[in-house]
Nanobody, 123 residues
Framework: QVVLLESGGGLVQAGGSLRLSCAAS????????MGWVRQAPGKAREFVAA????????SYGDSVKGRFTISRDNAKSTVYLQMNELKPEDTAVYYC????????????????WGQGTQVTVSS
């Protein structure tokens, strides 16, 4: 079993920045990819970003490319999402996800989920 614990959400003005963190514990050797997905009220879940647990490859959703950066610290078993130039449409619950499959592509299901952290961007 893997446990993912997010932190770092909050309220920020448009144009501002936030950094989300996701600490993984448990059977982390079963993780190949870590990432973030988000869901706003009344909207479909949206892929945000993903990174290989061992390696440098990353992928991003089109709506966040150039503004968000995903990174990891293997020594701390932690993945980060640096969010810059935030927009009101970035408002959502952000979930940390992990998966044993190696693909960085967006997918409809993931092996492991965090509890979610709220990000609210005011205009």
């Amino acid at each position: 079993q893997v446990v993912l614990l997010e932190s770092g959400g909050g309220l920020v003005q448009a144009g501002g920045s936030l950094r989300l963190s996701c600490a993984a514990s448990g059977r982390t050797f079963s993780i190949n990819v870590m990432g973030w997905v988000r869901q706003a009220p009344g909207k479909a879940r949206e892929f945000v970003a993903a990174i290989r647990w061992n390696g440098e490859s990353t992928s991003y959703g089109d709506s966040v490319k150039g503004r968000f950066t995903i990174s990891r610290d293997n020594a701390k078993s932690t993945v980060y999402l640096q969010m810059n130039e935030l927009k009101p449409e970035d408002t959502a619950v952000y979930y940390c996800v992990g998966d044993g499959r190696p693909s960085l592509s967006s997918r409809s299901s993931y092996d492991f989920w965090g509890q979610g952290t709220q990000v609210t961007v005011s205009s």
